[in-house]
């Protein structure tokens, strides 16, 4: 096998992304939207499992669930549309058709920007063209049995989906995932489709080829070959179920084709399989053009104006505008807001502690000023610490007891109180920590200043009590106060430590190191 000087190489990424939406009925019958049914075909009526003489009628709350995903990607939205016949003969798909759209899709030539933390990309910001997003009906699922029969469960057959189609505007694999962990998010706010990969409410799709830097040229979201040259031919990946398979099925498809390149071979126009196990693409069919699929004018539907049935409904606020929000008005870091808003629970809980926090911090007596001047002073310093306790320690807490913040009991004023409790130096963070830990466990929504006063938690500064503790420390650990006083600090750092699980963390440390040096410096 001879082996060829590889040019500089260039991919080609794009994606077909295809969303199940949480309608209560399906695209165009009246069974319930319920794909999941553990019992097989039990959703099904002559309309989705496609007798003969049925007529579909058009779920209008999937036309608006389409309209509101194409306004979120920045979409025209057509006057008017309609449907299409798509043709393709699969077990899977009853009339031998599946109804789509074609040329008159509901929303298309939109964008959405991605941005990307600083060294975990080739550019810092990214701006990916729409195509097009449209309505379909989805198919039948196939079951394989220990016989190795193929049985069919209509469940899904009729669900509604939105296919959403990207330009080629990708550079890296892991733009591509991004973009996807983006999507994913957004369909999330509409509330349109929880959008779960895992159980197929989202399926990526993805079209890869290589080809020499200089040789094409991206216009209107196609690949044009330049100077005469020959392109190499595109591939689409499917059966990618997770966004570490998204970046990854994408990174080996560039290797796979780079090395059939140096190689001096080519391949063709395919549909490949993303397998999980092996970490490779595999072939599954050859690849099928609009051609191949004969589309026409659904004939039992009549063209539609979107914007009219979905009339004057308003998009909530996005994750981008309040990532940016959090930023701005509450102070927090970049990454605090991106893990904070990519939840859109965990993002509602947030707006609602950070709007009670600054009138908890000034009515506690040791911080009580106006709140103009605390939002204006300490905005930085809040945001650090309520940042930090909604990230790691609240996060930690509900992964590690296996909840959901949707059945969180703390209430955001309580969590609030928490934080302006360790602002205040009313408790420390060991005590904060125990605290919390209650507040998640219990079953019922618990004041922090009550668990504080009852169990002891606060932060003793009391130095009588703790001159106290201190002559103990020091009469248990003579050598290490002789090591000290010959010059040793760091052993300084051991004797505040005993202090500290003296007081099961309890001491305030300032407080503990002024009186610790006071008494081994006499």
């Not at 560039?254 to 196990?277: K, N, V």
Request: hydrophobic share 40%; glycine share 8%.
């Amino acid at each position: 096998m001879s082996h060829l000087p590889i040019p500089t190489l260039v991919p080609i990424i794009g994606l077909e992304i295809h969303v199940e939406l949480n309608t209560k009925s399906k695209m165009f019958c009246s069974c319930s939207n319920d794909p999941g049914a553990g019992e097989p075909n039990r959703h099904v009526c002559p309309v989705c499992l496609a007798h003969p003489g049925t007529l579909p009628v058009p779920n209008r709350a999937a036309i608006v669930a389409a309209v509101k995903v194409g306004r979120a990607l920045g979409c025209s939205i057509r006057e008017l549309s309609k449907f299409d016949r798509k043709h393709y003969f699969y077990p899977d798909l009853p009339k031998g058709y599946q109804i789509s759209q074609y040329d008159e899709p509901i929303a298309e030539r939109g964008t959405l920007t991605l941005a990307f933390p600083l060294e975990t990309n080739t550019r810092d910001e990214a701006e990916i063209g729409i195509r097009r997003a449209h309505l379909e009906e989805d198919t039948a699922r196939l079951l394989h049995d220990q016989d190795g029969a193929t049985l069919v469960d209509f469940n899904r057959s009729g669900a509604p989906l939105v296919e959403i189609v990207t330009d080629p505007d990708f550079k890296t694999a892991l733009e591509a995932k991004t973009f996807a962990q983006e999507l994913q998010t957004i369909l999330r706010y509409l509330g349109v489709s929880d959008a779960d990969m895992e159980k197929g409410q989202m399926r990526v799709e993805a079209n890869i080829s290589v080809q020499a830097a200089g040789s094409f040229e991206i216009a209107s979201g196609a690949v044009r070959p330049l100077g005469g040259c020959r392109l190499n031919n595109k591939v689409e990946v499917k059966n990618i179920n997770s966004f570490r398979a998204v970046e990854r099925a994408i990174e080996f498809e560039i290797g796979r084709q780079t090395r059939l390149i140096g190689a001096g071979e080519s391949w063709p126009q395919e549909t490949r399989g993303w397998d999980e196990d092996t970490g490779e693409t595999l072939p599954q069919r050859a690849k099928e053009n609009a051609a191949d699929y004969r589309y026409f004018p659904e004939p039992d539907i009549p063209p539609f104006h979107p914007l009219a049935l979905a009339g004057d409904s308003l998009l909530p606020e996005l994750p981008a505008a309040r990532r940016a929000r959090f930023r701005e008005e509450y102070g927090f870091s970049y990454s605090d807001a991106k893990i904070l808003t990519d939840d859109k629970f965990l993002s509602d809980y947030t707006d609602a502690v950070m709007s009670e926090i600054i009138d908890w911090v000034c009515s506690l007596d040791e911080t009580a000023s106006d709140t103009g001047d605390v939002k204006e002073q300490k905005k930085a310093k809040i945001a650090r610490l309520a940042g930090n306790w909604l990230t790691n320690k609240l996060l930690g807490l509900l992964h590690e007891h296996k909840k959901d913040i949707r059945r969180l009991k703390v209430s955001p004023e309580n969590f609030a109180e928490l934080v302006a409790l360790l602002y205040a130096g009313r408790i420390n963070a060991g005590g904060a920590t125990k605290i919390l830990a209650e507040m998640v466990a219990a079953g019922t929504d618990i004041d922090p200043t009550h668990i504080m006063e009852e169990k002891g938690y606060g932060q003793i500064n009391d130095e009588v009590a703790l001159a106290a503790i201190i002559s103990a420390v020091i009469n248990s650990y003579p050598a290490q106060v002789e090591q000290y006083r010959a010059g040793k600090e760091p052993v300084f750092h051991f004797l505040k430590g005993m202090v500290m699980k003296a007081t099961e963390g309890g001491a305030e440390p300032a407080v503990v190191e002024k009186l610790l040096r006071a008494e081994l410096d006499k």
